[in-house]
């Protein structure tokens, strides 16, 4: 359901090259979770990531365990590997935006060469607003984000999944579970990703919270 794994399915040429990237698209998708067990490797050497920074757990790990040289072009891939997923959904929003709505609404007679400039100025916006929320928000805002997005693709999902395989069910049924879906999973991580009041603590680092909240840190 994520734009940088549909992106290859909506660009296929034909029928064999849809097969092909249905079948390979899941494999890779699946690659990503042997990146959960780099932080299982890193507890087993005995890496331990600060309060807060679990996701320093891997460059510590790669740290640790390579020399300078090695390690440096492993965090340049690193970095290479997270600007890709990024770029790949810039382009599919950018192709989406055109295809779905400059031509269907904006712009009908729209000439191929002026489809193309506007998906790049799209593209390029939508860059610009990521690196904005990159240096904009605060971690925790980021990491909420990452997971209403998770949300909102689950939602997504079953409407579209069930409205293919089955034409028993309505579509108004569909969309007004989609909406509900949205609605409900939207709220709930809303409620819990927003911050908690805490009291001052008498030295900084110190736990302390208010009765009936989760303990924060005090800074």
């Given at each position: 359901m994520y734009p940088h794994v549909l992106t290859a399915g909506f660009a296929a040429d034909g029928p064999r090259t849809l097969r092909r990237v249905s079948v390979a698209l899941p494999a890779w998708t699946g690659l990503l979770a042997l990146f959960g067990f780099l932080g299982i490797a890193a507890l087993a050497a005995g890496v331990r990531a600060p309060r807060g920074g679990a996701e320093a757990a891997v460059p510590m790990l790669v740290d640790r365990l390579m020399p300078a040289p090695l390690a440096g072009l492993v965090f340049a891939a690193i970095a290479v590997g997270a600007l890709v997923p990024a770029a790949v959904m810039s382009i599919a929003a950018a192709t989406s935006f055109v295809r779905n709505?400059?031509?269907?609404?904006?712009?009908?007679?729209?000439?191929?060469?002026?489809?193309?400039?506007?998906?790049?100025?799209?593209?390029?916006?939508?860059?610009?607003?990521?690196?904005?929320?990159?240096?904009?928000?605060?971690?925790?805002?980021?990491?909420?984000?990452?997971?209403?997005?998770?949300?909102?693709?689950?939602?997504?999902?079953?409407?579209?999944?069930?409205?293919?395989?089955?034409?028993?069910?309505?579509?108004?049924?569909?969309?007004?579970?989609?909406?509900?879906?949205?609605?409900?999973?939207?709220?709930?991580?809303?409620?819990?990703?927003?911050?908690?009041?805490?009291?001052?603590?008498?030295?900084?680092?110190?736990?302390?919270?208010?009765?009936?909240?989760?303990?924060?840190?005090?800074?």
């Open positions: 709505v400059y031509v269907e609404y904006v712009h009908p007679t729209a000439t191929p060469k002026r489809q193309v400039r506007i998906a790049k100025a799209v593209s390029l916006t939508a860059k610009v607003g990521a690196v904005a929320f990159v240096f904009g928000l605060r971690d925790q805002d980021a990491v909420n984000l990452q997971l209403l997005g998770g949300v909102w693709i689950l939602q997504i999902f079953p409407a579209i999944a069930v409205g293919l395989f089955t034409g028993r069910l309505h579509p108004r049924a569909l969309l007004a579970g989609w909406a509900v879906g949205m609605a409900s999973g939207t709220y709930l991580v809303v409620r819990g990703g927003s911050p908690r009041s805490c009291r001052s603590a008498p030295a900084p680092g110190r736990w302390r919270s208010t009765p009936g909240s989760p303990p924060c840190c005090s800074t």
